[in-house]
């Protein structure tokens, strides 16, 4: 709590706490680093400022808002909760971690972060960078990617949390976890204020700590992606509202036989006036890679398929929110007048 005092990160959402402005901060910062997350929160809350306008907020406008971060589920689930919070708790975020626990997108850590940061109460709110923390400072050789250690690790710093500034201390081992105890590299031991208490530091062990089961291989597709342009339009589809990144505008793609694709829309070779190669591009999600490779088409008519929307090019950029896995392509239009 000393270090905290003197070393905490200046950030926007610790100006003007409140439950609201920690349930959107922290909901963002999920798998998300603290640079990208600066810059789109204070963009989301100038343009919705309190719950009401969250749960009223077009969805195209909130994924607008919310381009940058990535995994935009949790948009859809922020939007959810204000919805719920809108209907079942009188717009008032609720107070008790069970009813917080209600909300879609809201598990313990979140829940621990606005029971304790905005309304103080003594509950832990543990991360990744707390149960490095923990298992560097216990020496504590447990998985720490299996839940029963996360909960072990939650029952201890609950028997020893101060009983005031509950939120101070919470965030005193985020920001140590960030700045001093690091993920990756060398973390800071020489200068460490807690180096006299830190088991793993005394048995020459922070190295092997904490000790995480590996991820899973990610498994890899290989896209091709097509900017489909008729005079001063392009054609944009929209994703399912289910699964892998529901609900946002993309260009048409596909991992199977281009040509066959290409026909279902309705895009023959002899509508094409020009054939451009686009690139190549990688992105990668949590379990997936897609490697694309991008062809521009500029057509002679404009197919009739429903499933493709066509919109005006110039402002593709500003109006629609696609995914960043398209960034690549969609910068193809940054300079079109």
């Known amino acids: 709590m000393d270090w905290f005092a003197h070393h905490k990160r200046d950030l926007p959402w610790r100006r003007d706490v409140s439950a609201y402005h920690t349930l959107v901060s ?5 798998q998300t680093r603290v640079e990208a997350v600066l810059t789109a929160y204070t963009r989301f809350l100038r343009c919705l400022p309190t719950v009401a306008a969250l ?15 990535g995994y935009y589920r949790r948009a859809k689930n922020l939007q959810r909760a204000a919805q719920m919070i809108v209907t079942d708790f009188g717009g008032e975020i609720p107070r008790k971690v069970s009813d917080l626990l209600r909300l879609p997108g809201v598990g313990a850590y979140t829940a621990g972060a606005i029971a304790s940061i905005a309304y103080g109460l003594r509950v832990p709110a543990v991360d990744g960078n707390v149960l490095r923390v923990m298992a560097r400072l216990e020496a504590d050789y447990a998985d720490i990617a299996l839940p029963q250690t996360k909960q072990l690790l939650t029952d201890h710093l609950q028997n020893v949390m101060p009983a005031q500034n509950a939120g101070d ?3 005193a081992l ?5 700045c001093v105890c690091l993920p990756n590299g060398a973390p800071l031991c020489r200068t460490c204020p807690v180096a ?17 089961s590996p991820k899973k291989t990610r498994r890899i597709e290989e896209r091709r992606v097509f900017l489909l342009l008729f005079e001063d339009k392009v054609a944009l589809r929209k994703r399912p509202n289910s699964g892998l990144l529901a609900g946002l505008w993309e260009f048409p793609n596909t991992t199977d036989d281009s040509e066959a694709f290409l026909a279902s829309l309705g895009v023959k070779p002899e509508t094409c006036r020009t054939i451009v ?14 490697h694309m490779t991008g062809t521009a088409l500029t057509l002679r008519e404009q197919p009739n398929q429903k499933s493709l929307c066509w919109v005006d090019a110039a402002l593709l950029v500003k109006d ?6 398209f960034a690549h392509y969609r910068s193809y239009f940054l300079d079109k007048p």
Do not use: R
């Open 169 to 171: 201390f919470n965030q």
């Open 26 to 30: 922290e909901t963002m910062l999920q």
């Open 277 to 290: 190669p686009c690139g190549e591009a990688k992105h990668i999600f949590t379990h997936l890679e897609w």
């Open 174 to 178: 985020m920001d140590f976890g960030a």
């Open 55 to 69: 749960a009223d907020c077009e969805e195209n406008a909130l994924y607008k808002l919310w381009e940058g971060l």
């Open 196 to 212: 006299d208490y830190c088991l793993a530091f005394a048995q020459n062990a922070v190295g092997q700590l904490p000790v995480k």
């Open 320 to 325: 629609y929110a696609m995914p960043s896995a």
